[in-house]
T-cell receptor
Framework: DTGVSQDPRHKITKRGQNVTFRCDPI?????LYWYRQTLGQGPEFLTY????????KSRLLSDRFSAERPKGSFSTLEIQRTEQGDSAMYLC????????????FGQGTRLTVV | SQQGEEDPQALSIQEGENATMNCSYK?????LQWYRQNSGRGLVHLIL?????REKHSGRLRVTLDTSKKSSSLLITASRAADTASYFC???????????FGPGTRLSVLP
């Protein structure tokens, strides 16, 4: 399968712990996005990479959040000192081609902070 | 803040009926996309319509775009139980690099 894959699919962590999620985009896609989605809401933009460069960050991305995309391939999203409010589905998407073309989403990582 | 707002928030219909969902947005866009999400899963891209297009078809889906009213509609014809999902519109502009999603319409198709 050559779609977007995310790992892990589920993560339960205690408040205050650090967590890291991984996203492997479709191999030829140069754009990679992270979104967060809470129950009953639409996805909220977190950050965006073009190749290895992080070009845009949402104000939702507090200093406890950091994302990387070394070598422009896979990406990681780390949350430090997790809080209960961080509980959500974290979605990764990738796209290629001109601005604002179709994005392909992974299945997401569901984070539960207890 | 979310750019698109879908209407209605929830829709329940019988199998075989048509389902229409609307999306309104606030600023100028380059394109508008519709996605489907089954419960607890990732989003599946359905259709993209560019700002210079007025209507687009894909199978049982028909999307319209009215840039003067800043609105779009998604029509699903001859609905099936498998169409039960949440449907989101997402807008992209000429400046930003990300897609802005609305809160979605939850569609239930009853057998």
């Amino acid at each position: 399968d050559t779609g977007v894959s995310q790992d892990p699919r589920h993560k339960i962590t205690k408040r205050g712990q650090n967590v890291t999620f991984r996203c492997d985009p479709i191999s030829e896609h140069n754009r990679l996005y992270w979104y967060r989605q809470t129950l009953g809401q639409g996805p909220e933009f977190l950050t965006y990479f073009q190749n290895e460069a992080q070009l845009e960050k949402s104000r939702l991305l507090s200093d406890r959040f950091s994302a990387e995309r070394p070598k422009g391939s896979f990406s990681t999203l780390e949350i430090q000192r997790t809080e209960q409010g961080d509980s959500a589905m974290y979605l990764c998407a990738s796209s290629s081609g001109p601005l604002n073309t179709e994005a392909f989403f992974g299945q997401g990582t569901r984070l539960t902070v207890v | 803040s979310q750019q698109g707002e879908e209407d209605p928030q929830a829709l329940s219909i019988q199998e075989g009926e048509n389902a229409t969902m609307n999306c309104s947005y606030k600023t100028s866009i380059n394109n508008l996309q519709w996605y489907r999400q089954n419960s607890g899963r990732g989003l599946v891209h359905l259709i993209l319509i560019r700002s210079n297009e007025r209507e687009k078809h894909s199978g049982r889906l028909r999307v319209t775009l009215d840039t003067s009213k800043k609105s779009s509609s998604l029509l699903i014809t001859a609905s099936r139980a498998a169409d039960t999902a949440s449907y989101f519109c997402a807008t992209g502009d000429n400046y930003g690099q990300n897609f802005v999603f609305g809160p979605g319409t939850r569609l239930s198709v009853l057998p």
